[in-house]
């Protein structure tokens, strides 16, 4: 056995509007990335090791190889954080003994913190299939721009958007950190099992994911697709200064109010108020 | 519970009309109003209005918490104002304070709780 090295490099396998749409959503899903019989092994593992914290499965070759390092899970976590990304730390299990009738409450994770960019990823492994029956983890879309403590979100239910992550053996779902989420009830009968544990940039943030020449950065819609729920164009102007901040031009952001870039519209010639030093990227 | 005090009022009529009025049926007006339990209703809305569509919503009824359906198109209410005319009351308004906060959204709506005894 072998510890997992503590960065990570790879090439990257977001296009720039996979980028801008993780901006929106704060969320996504890759299906059945995971070699079945890597899915079973791991099962097999965590039916050994039933701490909440099975961190011995971090020094599984097998394991490092075809999920942490899994290449499609790496390229998203190499488009959104950089080269020469941290890997995990740490692991946990919040495993599930179906059926599981109550709701989990909707959170943040613990250690949330509120601050421009994007520095670290959170994500889940599901290595047996979830259907809605085996209660996948409710999200609520676009979430990860609100904000908010898990001590003042106890009282909220229902929540009309959330959608259920279920997904086949084999999936890994990666979210914003700060996204609201919470485990759905489950009718089924058996064990879910689902691993949770995240990657850390370790460099600056640079446009070097992979470049769309027609992708223009003026016109694009920054809230198409994502429902409203705080004030008019917030929406437009979270995303375009996360989307922004990931291109490494952070600083040159900026909303000179009104109908100003970067507010969605049919605008002839270029947005007012769209910064010069985003012209040529 | 306002339901069952209106009928004991209108068979307490009845009997003034008749003649048989006694102090006991009187005092028996009000037997189990101790009893009654409160109930909430948190509705977070798009905007401060009562009008405004409902974005998210939990009950508490009959001491149990309870998220509703999952789907939105079957909840009880599709705004304040649907909860009111069901009887709801209203006993706490969204949090203006957050009006002074403009750089980013916070929490989820505008949220109204109500309530109602049973």
């Known amino acids: 056995m072998t510890q997992p090295p503590s960065t990570y490099d790879c090439p990257p396998t977001l296009t720039d509007t996979q980028v801008l749409e993780f901006c929106k959503q704060g969320f996504l899903m890759l299906e059945s990335v995971v070699p079945d019989e890597v899915n079973q092994r791991a099962i097999d593992y965590l039916n050994q090791d039933t701490h909440y914290e099975p961190m011995g499965i971090l020094e599984q070759d097998w ?171 917030r929406t437009s102007l979270d995303v375009a200064r996360l989307f922004v901040w990931l291109t490494g031009k952070g600083d040159h952001y900026k909303h000179d109010g009104g109908q100003a870039w970067p507010l969605p519209a049919r605008r002839i010639g270029t947005p007012f108020g769209f910064p010069a030093e985003l012209s040529n990227w | 519970m306002k339901q069952q005090i209106g009928e004991r009022l209108e068979a307490c009529v009845q009997k003034l009309n008749d003649g048989r009025l006694t102090a006991q049926d009187l005092s028996s007006v009000l037997d189990g109003i101790d009893d009654a339990r409160q109930e909430l209703l948190y509705l977070q809305a798009h905007s401060t209005a009562v009008t405004s569509e409902a974005l998210g919503m939990l009950l508490v009824v009959d001491g149990q918490v309870d998220d509703g359906p999952s789907d939105p198109e079957q909840w009880p209410y599709r705004s304040v104002l649907e909860a009111m005319r069901d009887g709801w009351r209203v006993i706490s308004f969204p949090n203006m304070a957050l009006l002074a906060l403009d750089d980013r959204t916070y929490g989820l709506g505008c949220e109204f709780v109500l309530e109602r005894w049973r």
Request: aromatic share 12%; with cysteine; proline share 6%.
């Open chain 1, 63 to 233: 394991f490092i190889e075809n999920v942490i390092c899994n290449s499609e899970a790496v390229g998203v976590v190499r488009s959104l954080l950089g080269r020469d990304f941290l890997l995990p730390v740490l692991m946990s299990n919040h495993r599930r003994q179906c059926p599981w009738t109550s709701q989990g409450g909707w959170h943040v994770e613990g250690g949330t913190i509120y601050e421009p960019g994007f520095n670290h990823i959170l994500v889940f492994y599901l290595p047996q299939d979830t259907p809605v029956e085996m209660g996948p983890t409710e999200v609520l879309p676009g979430s990860h721009h609100f904000m908010s403590q898990q001590r003042f979100m106890a009282h909220l239910g229902n929540i009309k958007g959330a959608v259920r992550t279920a997904a086949p053996a084999g999936s890994i779902f990666m979210a914003d950190y700060g996204i609201w989420h919470r485990a759905a009830g489950g009718s089924g009968i058996g064990t879910r099992d689902m691993l949770k544990y995240m990657y850390w940039r370790t460099t600056p943030p640079t446009r070097d994911w992979l470049i769309e020449p027609d992708f223009d950065l003026a016109h694009t819609n920054y809230e198409e697709g994502v429902k409203e729920f705080g004030e008019q164009f």
